[in-house]
């Protein structure tokens, strides 16, 4: 099997195919990290993607992703913190079903110790309850294996940038978001935007 590794990672230089990939959700994941009780109180939860796509083209510079998730998806292991979540007071995802981002740019940082090629950033609009605001993705690693992409990155979401400050003390205003994304390519648009 050819497998390859896009510069996003650090130390590898080879791209994956340019092409339009589509995100298979049940095979990739959202984990949210954050804290509860004051601080105390480690809080680990998932969403489950809803659908998505990534444009890989050469240049990397000019890729984009779009994706969206369920908000009712969301799971911590604990019934009432879910409930309290899904609530109108935080998600509100019975009006609000969606958590939507739409990148805007992909950029290389300078030069560093950790990362002696630069590391790559994804910028974009993420949608809560029905609020747009500008976050940015660390990626992490991007890997493919013929057709198949894989890449993993995290980045830090402020709460009350969405206008979802209830619970102040008692649950964190940030949150840090994994995400491990599984795409395939798809022959037919591969060279459509995304």
Excluded: C
């Excluded at 993993?152 to 709460?159: F, H, N, P, Q």
Aim: aromatic share 6%; net charge neutral; no cysteine.
């Amino acid at each position: 099997m050819n497998e390859t590794h896009s510069p996003l990672a650090s130390g590898v230089t080879a791209t994956p195919p340019a092409g339009r990939y589509r995100i298979d959700t049940k095979r990739s994941t959202i984990t949210i990290s954050t804290r509860h009780l004051f601080g105390i109180g480690p809080v680990r939860a998932t969403l489950a993607l809803r659908d998505g796509r990534i444009q890989v083209n050469d240049p990397p510079a000019g890729s984009a992703v779009r994706a969206s998730a369920a908000a009712v998806s969301f799971r911590s292991g604990n019934d009432a913190r879910d409930a309290a979540v899904l609530s109108p007071r935080l998600l509100d995802a019975a009006t609000y079903p969606s958590l939507t981002f739409i990148s805007t740019a992909l950029e290389r940082e300078s030069a560093s110790d950790a990362f002696p090629e630069g590391r790559w950033l994804l910028r974009g609009e993420l949608e809560v309850r029905g609020v747009g605001r500008l976050v940015e993705a660390a990626i992490a690693t991007v890997s493919a294996h013929g057709g198949t992409l894989h890449a993993t990155a995290r980045l830090r979401v402020d709460r009350y940038d969405f206008g979802i400050t209830a619970y102040r003390g008692l649950a964190a205003r940030w949150l840090t978001v994994d995400l491990d994304i599984i795409a395939e390519i798809d022959p037919h648009t591969a060279t459509e935007e995304a």
